[in-house]
T-cell receptor, first 108, second 117 residues
Framework: QSALTQPRSVSGSPGQSVTISCTGT?????????VSWYQQHPDKAPKLMIY???KRPSGVPDRFSGSKSGNTASLTISGLQAEDEADYYC?????????FGSGTKVTV | EVQLLESGGGLVQPGGSLRLSCAAS????????MSWVRQAPGKGLEWVSA????????YYADSVKGRFTMSRDNSKNTVYLQMNSLRADDTAVYYC??????????WGQGILITVSS
């Protein structure tokens, strides 16, 4: 199973919005509404930010939102804040396994 | 509070074996699928394995199938990852994660495995 494709990096100024894409195939992203997103700060464990494409766990700010169209899922961070600077990974169910994205570094 | 604490990491020679443990607390352990996810130095996340709450079924990534075995002891609230025939490309931080529905909702702090001679 190949990693899902994400841009290597995106950047934005405080208060701006950034969108991270996550492209897979009909066997993973396009085939199921089970895409999740994880935030990872340096030398820290990943943290769940979005699940089931669009849902936010309790405690995650509403400036984080998710969507999907066809084989591509997206994570949008609105009103960018300094603490949002981190690596972000998408993940999709792929039938009998899970596949992560290649990761995107967000710079604020 | 959900807590996951990995142990058993370290340096091992190529071809060697190692067993990781993950002690869980703060939730009804036997009700949850558990998983291992790894991250090679400077690289992205890779799903490794998962095991059902009863321990009756385990699932593996192709990259570790036949070499790694995941198990659990619900009386000890602990999951294990037995890693055999280790290779240099198994070098990574290994995270224990609680699985809920179709996502990983809680993660341990991770433990480093280095495969090198």
């Amino acid at each position: 199973q190949s990693a899902l494709t994400q841009p290597r990096s995106v950047s934005g100024s405080p208060g701006q919005s950034v969108t991270i894409s996550c492209t897979g195939t009909s066997s993973d992203v396009g085939g199921y509404n089970y895409v999740s997103w994880y935030q990872q700060h340096p030398d820290k464990a990943p943290k769940l930010m979005i699940y089931d494409v669009t849902k936010r766990p309790s405690g995650v700010p509403d400036r984080f939102s998710g969507s999907k169209s066809g084989n591509t899922a997206s994570l949008t961070i609105s009103g960018l804040q300094a603490e949002d600077e981190a690596d972000y990974y998408c993940c999709s169910y792929a039938g009998d396994s899970y596949v992560f994205g290649s990761g995107t570094k967000v710079t604020v | 509070e959900v807590q996951l604490l990995e142990s058993g990491g370290g340096l091992v020679q190529p071809g060697g074996s190692l067993r990781l443990s993950c002690a869980a607390s703060g939730f009804t352990f036997s009700s949850h699928v558990m998983s291992w996810v790894r991250q090679a130095p400077g690289k992205g996340l890779e799903w490794v394995s998962a095991i059902t709450g009863s321990g009756g079924n385990a699932y593996y990534a192709d990259s570790v199938k036949g070499r790694f075995t995941m198990s659990r002891d619900n009386s000890k609230n602990t999951v294990y990852l037995q890693m055999n025939s280790l290779r240099a490309d198994d070098t990574a931080v290994y995270y224990c994660a609680r699985f809920y529905s179709y996502y990983f909702d809680y993660w341990g702090q991770g433990i480093l495995i280095t495969v090198s001679s």
